[in-house]
């Protein structure tokens, strides 16, 4: 008896053996189609099995697993979607995370099956799997629609972030948010949204425009938002008091952080501001775990990683930028803003 007492807890162990056939479960899901057709109409195994060309037995299985994961409902014999797997997962919804969930099953899960010569090389693991020197968005996104579909899986976690974020700090100051690597626009959209004297510019790769100006012209700030194609690296910057980047430090090395804010800081005027929306690890850097495990995915698929507060601190204010101030907001997104005197 004092030996099965003297036995560790397997649960942690246990878990993470388990833990990689939960995203396999929603991603076959969301490849099979099942979330859309429930959504057309909620459906017992045997026509749902016709529909989507599956075995019975198998996908009764797999329907069960996604009851257990909360994605589904069950009633008797009959499924349909939860309101997560219907804003989240759906092709119709404008919330939808489905071409990043579609994106992490096909691309970054091989990508993390080299995770270990990741930690021994320190670097992204592009070369290794596919045989390129990095992300080269082209050779996945064949098509107008399949790019859109990435983008718009982006979207849906800026929707769930961008209104946190610009509520988290005062941005009453500032009159022109220029959003650097903007996408769709949901961090601009969101800003003057909450903030009426802002005016808002979303630049971004030429490719990424279209979908932000039809995102963006769909909205109530529209007449306040415009959208410009360029490189952030290699053009002159739209003029603006206040410049946003979201989620795009962390995919950089140290020296491109250093030229982009030096940039950015050059082009402001004085008291201009940078808003900066990326998720905060703690000081320990042991937590929280979307930031820790966002971190080991900067170093399969980027030259970047996730920081501390006083990490960025420390690049902002060497870039001659004060006054930085974090907030953690509880969204995948923390928010800073810091301040060129």
Partial sequence: ???????????????????FRKSKV????????????LEAA?????????KLNANPDALERLLNACVLLGLLKKHGGHFSNTPAATAYLTAASPRRMLGYSNYSDAVLWKLWDHLDDAVREGK???????????????HFFKTPESKREFLMGMHGFGVISSPVVVNAVDLSPFHTLVDLGGATGHLTIAACRRWPQLSGVVLDLPEAIPLAAEIVGATEVAPRIRTVGGDFFADDLPKGDLYAVGRILHDWTVEK??????KVFAALPSGGGLLI???LLNDDKIGPEWAVLQSLNMLVCTEGKERTLGEYAAL???AGFTNVVGVRT????????????
């Avoid at 008896?1 to 833990?19: F, G, K, Q």
């Avoid at 992204?124 to 020197?133: A, I, P, S, V």
């Fill in 1 to 19: 008896m004092a030996d099965d007492l003297s036995v560790p807890d397997a649960a942690p162990v246990l878990e993470l053996l388990n833990a």
């Fill in 26 to 37: 929603m991603f076959a899901a969301s490849k099979l189609g099942v979330f859309d057709a």
């Fill in 42 to 50: 909620g459906s017992k195994v045997p026509e749902l099995a016709t």
């Fill in 124 to 138: 992204h693991r592009w070369t290794q799997e596919y045989g390129w020197d990095g992300p080269i968005f082209s």
């Fill in 257 to 262: 952080i250093e030229r982009l804010l030096a």
């Fill in 277 to 279: 929306a990326e998720k």
């Fill in 316 to 318: 902002l204010e060497a």
């Fill in 330 to 341: 509880g969204a995948p997104c923390d928010a800073m803003l810091a301040r060129k005197p």
